[in-house]
């Protein structure tokens, strides 16, 4: 019999001085478990809810030390900005850029605010980037002869 | 009507933007004018490819602007229809006119 349920059998009869004192030691006992139990619950908890907001912070600061992703600033990303300068050719270093820039202050920035904003340039400079770089188009036409011929030969086999 | 190149449906749409924003047609200009127009959300990677490919056919002209401070000191780029690209336009609308697709079908 365990001692929670030795403890409650008693119940009801007139118990002796011995049991009495038994019964107060048990349940000092119980008491004494459910406190470091619910201890135990209340650390663990408390570091996992920690480590998550660590990890979060630190994969987020990673992140915008890696990307220059700073989502609450009211400017085009520079990294994308960046990007464009490197990626596209001599030509379309003013005018893409440049319209981006000003969709992005007149028009886009006043609806949609600075997160979706800049969001929204990180999506257009990808974009602008993969029609309009030759080398990222040849990287396209071959990624996609690849899972042509990877769907080719899979019905195949 | 002459055999020449035949448009296609998007070459026609910026074609006809720059018609209609005559002095005032660069990329954001003619981007809005096709959205808020014809309904299409287009790319500027889109958008300046095929400007690139009718200004090499001579239907279109392009000039660097000034740079101005809201484009973080960018040059705009401006395009203009030229004397081929108008005769093109035309030449497609005939067609469409000569296959009936004025027509309301059905």
């Avoid at chain 1, 008693?10 to 470091?36: F, V």
């Avoid at chain 2, 055999?3 to 018609?19: C, H, K, N, T």
């Avoid at chain 2, 004397?83 to 067609?95: C, H, K, V, Y």
Wanted: charged share 25%; proline share 3%.
């Amino acid at each position: 019999m365990s001692d929670k349920s030795e403890a409650l059998s008693h119940a009801g009869k007139r118990p002796s001085r011995q049991s009495l004192k038994r019964r107060a030691k048990i349940l000092a006992r119980l008491e004494n478990d459910t406190a470091a139990a619910v201890s135990l619950v209340s650390v663990v908890t408390a570091a996992s809810i920690g480590v998550r907001e660590a990890v979060s912070i630190g994969v987020g600061k990673a992140l915008r030390l890696a990307t220059g992703l700073h989502l609450d600033r009211d400017t085009p990303p520079k990294s994308a900005c960046f990007l464009l300068d490197l990626f596209l050719s001599k030509p379309d270093r003013q005018s893409i850029p440049g319209d981006l820039v000003e969709e992005f202050e007149t028009s886009i920035l006043p609806k949609y605010g600075p997160r979706r904003a800049r969001f929204w340039f990180w999506a257009q400079a990808a974009r602008a980037i993969a029609e309009r770089n030759r080398l990222s188009r040849w990287m396209l036409v071959y990624g996609l002869g690849r899972v042509a011929e990877w769907i080719f030969k899979a019905i195949g086999s | 009507m002459g055999g020449g190149y035949r448009l296609g449906d998007f070459e026609r749409i910026v074609l006809l933007a720059l018609v209609r924003l005559r002095e005032n047609a660069y990329g954001v200009t003619i981007r809005r004018e096709i959205e808020e127009r014809a309904g299409r959300e287009v790319s500027y990677g889109a958008l300046y490819t095929t400007l690139d490919r009718m200004e090499a056919k001579g239907y279109v002209s392009s000039r660097i602007g000034e740079p101005t401070q809201v484009r973080g000191g960018r040059a705009k780029r401006y395009f203009q229809i030229e004397a081929p690209g108008i005769r093109a336009l035309n030449e497609t609308r005939e067609t469409i006119a000569n296959m009936g697709g004025l027509v309301h079908v059905g």
